[in-house]
């Protein structure tokens, strides 16, 4: 795995934290709402800039990142069992369908090329892949839209529908799916044994560098056979896992993002700390979380051990938090 001269990496990262710690009363402690703590505007959109600008130049480190194991297919591809994909994608095998939600399996982030950031894990082989039924896109974010792996699976499984939040379809169409669906909050889409239903997310979508051209962004509800699978997509903690949890708990499984969170002053209503992450899976009732959205780009200043350690210590007591490898197929379970 590569690594990362501290030498080289903490002028820049110094550089993003010292717009939030030399203002007054701004720190990275966040409320419910998660708004309370955050830098004005102008400093975030400096911050966000400088980060991003790390991780173009690859000069965060890697320690800690997941192993990636090969698919057994005997395994990733029985019902009831959840894969993770690297970064926040999954294979879902639920209710007698196959679903792919944010697969990600390019060497590099789509802007930029060839500078953009890239993996410091590979991905995983999906060549065994025997079916699928849907894929489904949580945001427009380069690292959750992958045009590239998109357009490979269209032309493997042309039958399959590309399941996206409303108001992404116009730059969907063009992928190669048979069908693609765009699906409002709260509204289900009937796969066939399996529902999916889009859910409020604290975050938004955005394809340019900038980010002044913003799209919706979502979670996934996934239900069938009985059982729940909630994917958060990328997110802030908010009050919108609440009245998921109200509304559609227990859960399950839930499948929640632990990485990108520094400086939480800067990210902290759009990227979840691992400790956020951990209050999402309470909100939802989750039985078990396992932590997406780390280790497989980096795309901030923490560290991915970092990342785990403080997850898997937030979730003692609260919830059965945990991380996978790459590869690595779980039951979803009761």
Known sequence: M?????????????????LTASLPGCTA??????????????????????????????????EGA?????????????DGTVTWLGHAGFLIRLGGRSLLIDPMLSERLGFLLPLGPRRITPPPDLA??????????????????????????????PRARLVVPQGMGGGAERLGFATTIEAAIGRPVDLGGVRLTATAAHHFGR????????????????EGGGRRVFHSGDTGHGPAFRDLGVRHGPIDLALVPIGAYEPEAIFGDMHASPEDAVAIAVDVRA??????????????PERPAEA???????GRGKVDARVVAIGETVAIGR
Request: net charge positive; charged share 25%; no cysteine.
């Open 2 to 18: 590569r690594r990362t001269s501290r030498s080289i990496r903490w002028p820049m990262i110094a550089m993003a934290l010292g």
């Open 29 to 62: 402690r966040l409320g419910e709402d998660g708004t309370d703590g955050l830098a004005p505007a102008p400093i975030r959109a400096a911050g966000m800039a400088l980060v991003g600008t790390g991780a173009v130049l690859h000069l965060y480190g890697d």
């Open 66 to 78: 997941p192993a990636v194991r090969p698919i057994v297919a005997r395994r990733a591809f029985r």
């Open 128 to 157: 065994g892949l025997d079916r699928l039924d849907a894929v489904a896109i949580s945001h427009a974010d380069h690292d959750h839209f992958d045009e590239p792996t998109l357009m490979a699976l269209a032309r493997r499984f």
């Open 207 to 222: 394809r340019d560098i900038v980010g002044l051209l913003r799209t919706p962004a979502v979670g996934w509800l996934v």
């Open 287 to 300: 039985r078990r979380a396992i932590g997406h959205h780390w280790g497989t780009f980096a795309l901030g």
């Open 308 to 314: 785990t350690r403080r997850f898997v210590a937030a």
